[in-house]
């Protein structure tokens, strides 16, 4: 799965379920002060990551990284990482 599948799938869920508009996405884009995300909002990216990429969060090994994700790039690499 390279980047640019990766990126679609954010974009899709982000566009879809948060109603971001779709010139606003990219990979630096911040997560909560450019794409208008909080904390709520977070959590539910995260289970419809799960199911978009077919992963489970392992929250002890996760939680740290999924804290420090402030831009979509930071998204990116830590689907990367779960699908390895």
């Known amino acids: 799965m390279n980047d640019e599948m990766i990126m679609k799938g954010i974009s899709r869920i982000l566009i ?17 002060d450019e794409l208008g995300l909080d904390s709520l909002d977070g ?13 489970k969060v392992d929250r002890k090994q996760d939680e740290s990284v999924i804290r420090g994700m402030r831009v979509v790039q930071h998204v990116i690499d830590f689907i990367k990482q779960k699908a390895a």
């Open 16 to 32: 879809e379920e948060f109603e971001i508009e779709e010139d606003k996405i990219n990979p630096e884009a911040t997560l909560y």
């Open 43 to 55: 959590v539910d990216l995260i289970v419809m990551l799960e199911n978009e990429f077919s992963f």
